[in-house]
Structures are given as C-alpha cells and as structure tokens.
C-alpha cells in the first residue's frame, strides 16, 4: 500500500485529501508546516508527497529544496499561486507536478496515481530526458532544447509535449490530452488544445511543409511521432 504524506498548514484541507486517499487504498500521513513535512519524510519514507507552497516555519519551495537534496521521493506541489514563475520554481527544483488551488479531491487522487505510476514505471527509473533527433526534452530542469537552443514553453505547452513524447507513436484523443496534461478539472474546451498544439508546432518544428514531431490523427487527437519518422 502505497504511502503519501500530505504537506498542508489548512487542517480541513488536509484532512479531505487525507479521506479522498484513503478511499482509494493509500496509507495518508499529514504534516503541518515545513520542519515537520521534513521530520516526517526522513522518518516515515512516503512514496509520494502532496506538498503545499505556503507553509508556516519552512516554506514549500525551500522543502521541495531540502528533499531533493536527500532523495528523489515524488512530489507535487499544491498552490494557490498560478503564476508561471511560481510554478516553474517548484518544479525547476525537482517538483514532479503541480495543482492549482482551488482543486477537486478527485483529481488529487488521479494525479497522485499518474505521478506513481509515471516514476515507478513497473520498476525502472523514468528517464531525466528524452532524445528525438535535435529534439531534447529535459524532464528535470523543465526545459525543451533544439540543437542546444532553449525552447521556451508554457506550462502547459511543456506538459502536452511531455505527455507524447513519453508514448511516442501513441494516439492520444483531445479528452485525455486535457485530463493529462491539464488536470481533469480544467475549464477549457477539448479543442483549445488544438491552439496549444498549434503554437508547440510552432516553437518546436523545423519545417513548416510538414510536422516532423507532432501529428494530427484524425479523427483521434495527436500524436508524437515515432523516433525513426523524425530522425534529422
């Protein structure tokens, strides 16, 4: 059974995520503040941690710091702040995820589950980057670089093109694109990620006659590629 630690200062907060958890078969640990997130994690070793930016004693950034210093347990963060910077500072530090609050309990629990399932990979270690021809797409530092040039994505243009490139050759329709890459409770229209592919293609394509990464299925969704059809 799988044991999560939930790092949240709003004990009604914590303790709904704590039940949604519990509902589905995980073994839940709370912390309050950011000394006792740290002191709970050495003790109790979690498989994951939900972990709250604004956090009294030690802040969450500066949590998400000190256990990436010690280890490599995934985290996600969980913040009221929406910013991209905000965001990409948790994960520029190790963070595996991220929500935003206000959330639904529900998709706390499918996150969680994605981000174990992801970094568990039937026993294997996820990779830190993924290599297609120029295209380099690195998991760790969140960043996506063509022939050494930075590419600089949105959040959410970087976690669509993270989802395909980790499934290359996979169709994926509209629907799960969004449950995947934006949460299972984003307020956007399945085709709004037509306007996100559609700048990605943008950043990321070195020939505009054809789409050497990203491919429309039609009547599906996208695909990524598969390596050899993008070979350079």
Known sequence: MNKILVVEDDRKTANLIRLYLQQAGYTVNIAMDGNAALDVAHNWQPELILLDLM??????????????????VPIIILTAKSTEDDVLRGLDLGADDYITKPFSPREVVARVRTVLRRTRNNG????????????????????VR?????????????????????????????MELVERAFGYDYEGLERTVDAHVMNLRKKIEIDDAHH?????????????????????
């Open 146 to 174: 063509i022939k050494e040039t930075i590419i600089h994505l949105t959040p959410k243009e970087f976690k669509l093109l993270e989802t395909m490139a980790k499934e290359p050759g996979r169709a994926f329709s509209r």
């Open 55 to 72: 956090l009294p004693e030690l802040n969450g950034l500066e949590v998400c710091r000190m256990l990436r210093m010690t280890g490599s």
């Open 124 to 143: 294997q270690q996820v990779p830190e980057e993924l290599r297609f021809g120029d295209l380099l797409v690195d998991l760790k530092r969140h960043e």
């Open 212 to 232: 050497n990464y990203v491919e429309t299925v039609y009547g599906v969704g996208y695909r990524f590629a598969e390596p050899t059809e993008h070979a350079v």
